[in-house]
């Protein structure tokens, strides 16, 4: 989600050791100061978070000092609204091999899903991020056959009423590392590895009549990507982008999970953001394919303690 997490940047600011061929004491002379034109770059305690405290404290730590930044720990719950719709294509083979492709939208009328309620817990220590997240959404769409649809056992002949039937439960968990920030602008750059597991439900039902069918899967996906973000005055923006292909328990799997998020707070404990979530899920084994991008704004706010 793939989304921004909090930061806290601890800097100081480290003297540098004088000496002297000529016996003076060092303080006849000031602190030695790198070049005008010189880029200085810090470690981060922490990238992987939402919201950073980058007015909290100036980012002065130099290359020298970064491995004394004290190791700082928080915990932030992050309650959000996400408002996706959904594209692709379902289907699923009989015993003869034979499958109609099914588009959400044109044959299936599904295209808006329900307002998907989301939740997000992290615990940062230092430049450690680790993060437990989910979310359940589910869509149903009524639709006239306009051909002849094969989905497993079942035949529809045109002009039948067809009910679908779409669940999509997640959990993630996920491990961040900082791996820098630059002084100059606050630009900060990190990684993250995790798994997520995806339970998948989908039915076609003939209306008015018993008929039926449904695809069942569970999807465990690991995952791997980065995160990135940049402050500006009281505004920080965050982008985070994950993603795999795999093929486990006889499933072929391709996942992205792509974010971007601008958030504001206006005191310590508590902020609200703002952003897009795209995720992408393509998983076939040969006999049912579900191919479905989820893309839509999202909403929420912040507290940490």
Not at 62 to 91: H, K
Not at 126 to 133: A, Q, Y
């Amino acid at each position: 989600m793939r989304h921004g997490l909090l930061t806290c940047v601890l800097a100081t600011q480290l003297m540098v050791p004088w000496t002297s061929a000529h016996g003076r004491s060092p303080q006849d002379d000031p602190p030695a100061q790198p070049p005008r034109d010189t880029t200085i770059v810090a470690l981060a305690p922490n990238t992987m978070t939402a919201f950073a405290a980058a007015n909290a404290y100036p980012l002065t730590t130099t290359l020298q000092d970064a491995n004394e930044i004290p190791s700082a720990g928080f915990v932030n719950i992050r309650p959000l609204i996400w408002l996706p719709q959904i594209e692709g294509d379902v289907s699923l083979q009989n015993v003869f091999d034979f499958a109609t492709s099914l588009d959400f939208d044109a044959d299936l009328g599904v295209s808006d899903l329900e307002t998907i309620f989301l939740g997000e817990l992290n615990f940062n220590l230092g430049r450690h991020n680790f993060r437990v997240s989910g979310f359940s959404l589910a869509s149903a769409g009524r639709q006239l056959a306009d051909q002849v649809i094969t989905f497993g056992d079942l035949t529809i002949p045109i002009g039948d009423l067809i009910r679908t039937d779409i669940d999509l439960d997640n959990i993630t968990v996920q491990y961040g590392f900082s791996l820098f920030s630059i002084e100059d602008n606050g630009f900060q750059l990190g990684t993250m590895a995790g798994v997520e597991y995806f339970h998948l439900a989908a039915s076609l039902l003939v209306e008015g009549t018993s008929l039926q069918d449904t695809i069942d899967e569970d999807i465990p996906i690991p995952t791997a990507g980065i995160h990135f973000e940049l402050p500006i005055d009281d505004f920080l923006i965050t982008a985070d982008v994950a993603g795999f292909y795999i093929s486990i328990q006889d499933i072929d799997v391709s996942f992205i999970d792509a974010s971007a998020t601008i958030g504001w707070r206006p005191i310590n404990n508590f902020g609200i953001f703002a952003g897009y979530r795209v995720i992408g899920l393509d998983a076939t084994n040969g006999t049912f394919d579900f191919d479905a991008t989820l893309s839509g704004p999202f909403v929420g706010g912040e507290i940490r303690f």
